[in-house]
């Protein structure tokens, strides 16, 4: 069972930290592998959140969580597509060359934010850097794909509303599902778990399904469609 082939590698990057980056990679991990997928974690963040919790023995224990620290990240990657899907990448809460590794050998960028000022400035840093990335020439014609999503929302609150209009405004691609404030997150991170690994049928594991969805549903690239077709005539 595959996913969607333009993409098998999601880092999740903020310059800013504490976002929600690692709760959702394990997050998406537990979905991914609760409806038959085979995926990976690569915890890329020195502080080695994802991989002190990872319990071999418990019912994530198939989900292996592999700590790349360092710029050695973009060959784990390498050695783990193929064999996941999809593979998941935690960076480090600000920017150092692992974090620019891991983008280099990406697909997709999950750009997590709170509904928060310094989020929405750390956002559109990390906008600007996947961008600076996709105008070197290793990425030229292969686009990294970056797609941002607000996280940690209150019920009821105008903040998130207005964050999303404000990035949609100026053009930034935004998820239209959200990663909402639930206890069940840092519940279920206290033993390296997902809510869909506990409670599926749970509010916060229909969050991470919507997510799920949405992301199985982004469109190709402009640009890389327009590289296919050329590759594509160009063979014919
Ligand atoms: N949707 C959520 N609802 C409630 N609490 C959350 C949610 N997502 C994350 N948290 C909690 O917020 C804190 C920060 O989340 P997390 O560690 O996932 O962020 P991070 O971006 O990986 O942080 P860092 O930059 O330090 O690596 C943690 O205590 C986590 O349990
Ligand atoms: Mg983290």
């Known amino acids: ?20 980056k690692s709760s959702l990679s394990r997050s998406l991990a537990g979905h991914w592998f609760a409806i038959g997928h085979k995926p990976a974690l690569i915890d890329a963040d020195p502080e080695g959140r994802l991989i002190k919790r990872y319990n071999p023995e418990g019912p994530l224990g ?61 956002a559109v840093d ?4 996947v961008q600076e990335i996709n105008a070197t020439p290793e ?24 964050v999303r209009t404000q990035l949609e405004s100026a053009g930034y691609p935004l998820l239209r599902a959200e990663m909402p404030h639930r206890v069940a997150y840092p519940e279920t991170g206290i033993d390296g778990l997902s809510p869909s690994t506990v409670d599926p049928d749970g509010a916060a594991a229909h969050d991470i399904a919507a997510i799920v969805h949405e992301l199985m549903n ?15 005539r160009a063979s014919a």
């Open 1 to 20: 069972m595959t996913g969607p082939a333009w993409f098998s590698v999601i880092a999740l990057v903020q310059s800013k930290g504490g976002v929600g």
């Open 62 to 122: 198939g989900v292996p969580v592999l700590a790349e620290p360092e710029e050695r990240v973009a060959d784990v990657i390498d050695e783990l597509r193929g064999r996941h899907w999809p593979v998941i990448v935690d960076t480090a809460g600000f920017r150092n060359r692992t974090t620019i590794s891991a983008l280099v050998a990406a697909d997709l960028a999950l750009i997590p934010l709170k509904p928060a000022a310094d989020d929405v400035d750390g």
């Open 126 to 129: 990390t906008y600007n850097l």
């Open 139 to 162: 990425r030229r014609g292969r686009p990294l794909q970056a797609a941002m999503i607000v996280t940690m929302t209150l019920r009821g609150t105008v903040i998130a509303r207005h």
């Open 218 to 232: 982004l469109e190709m690239h402009e640009s890389m469609k327009s590289e296919i077709h050329e590759q594509r």
